[in-house]
């Protein structure tokens, strides 16, 4: 089965349902690609160490991450299934707010990256953690400015830290990694300090969670998700913290 990129089916505001044709035809792929989930986590699963250098007692009561990893339909389904988030939302950062649009930035030329806004209580999870499921399942950081079928810059590897705590973290973690050479290839992971995060548009949010038979999904995302629940068992929730669902209650 030929991989479908993102660009292949993107979806606009334009599109049919602003589902990009989310047809018959295209839930039959899904749903036989359904059944190659499996096999696919257990070849991409990938146990790397935990981060040497981590927060210290928290005091706060929550703690905002920004983290881009290619298509952000799957770095926010995997962060709804880990325990402690809070919320994960799908954005864009890296550019300006006028830019900050699916359409705009698909050209990548606007300088966003697509990221997922993650809260979360770092009396739960630490963030050093939470890089270490970035890291392991999110994405492959060894990936320079594409990830599996997806390229251009808005489909970069990058971290977005909130405090310089976080900087630091990030920027030592990554040296560890390829110090111990955790990939078969040096993470390229950039660190971007100082971007402001802009919601994307609310027909990406919780995408993977409302289209589970969408091919993209299945063939790309699904598999990340199985990787969260078999090498993280106890930082997996089944029921994902959804954006419409925090959008209700508030």
């Known amino acids: 089965m030929k991989t479908l990129s993102k660009d292949m089916i993107r979806i606009g505001s334009a599109r049919v349902a602003r589902l990009a044709g989310v047809t018959a035809a295209a839930v039959l792929v ?8 499996g096999r696919a ?100 950081p060894t990936e320079l400015n594409y990830q599996g079928p997806d ?32 990939f078969d290839a040096t993470v390229v992971t950039k660190i971007e300090p100082a971007r402001q995060f802009y919601a994307a548009e609310d027909y990406h949010q919780d995408f993977l969670t409302t289209h589970p038979t969408y091919p993209y999904i299945v063939i790309n995302d699904l598999p990340k998700v199985k990787n969260l629940q078999h090498l993280f068992p106890r930082d997996y929730r089944a029921d994902p913290v959804l954006v419409t669902a925090s959008a209700s209650a508030n």
């Not at 899904?30 to 989930?37: E, K, M, P, S």
């Not at 007692?57 to 799957?74: D, I, K, R």
């Open 41 to 140: 986590s257990a070849e991409d699963a990938r146990v790397i160490p935990p981060p040497s250098v981590d927060e210290k007692a928290p005091s706060a009561g929550t703690e905002t991450a920004v983290l881009a990893g290619g298509c952000f339909w799957g770095v926010q389904g995997v962060f709804q299934h880990v325990n402690g988030v809070i919320s994960a939302t799908s954005g864009y950062t890296g550019g300006s707010k006028d830019a900050a649009h699916y359409e705009m930035v698909s050209t990548g030329d606007t300088g966003h990256a697509e990221s997922v806004r993650i809260v979360f209580d770092p009396h739960k999870i630490s963030y050093g953690h939470l890089l270490q499921i970035y890291f392991s399942v999110a994405h492959d």
């Open 151 to 182: 390229s251009g810059t808005q489909y970069r590897s990058a971290i977005f830290p909130t405090s310089q705590s976080q900087a630091d973290i990030a920027k030592a973690y990554i040296e560890q990694l390829n110090h111990a050479k955790a």
């Open 30 to 37: 899904g749903a036989v690609a359904l059944q190659f989930v």
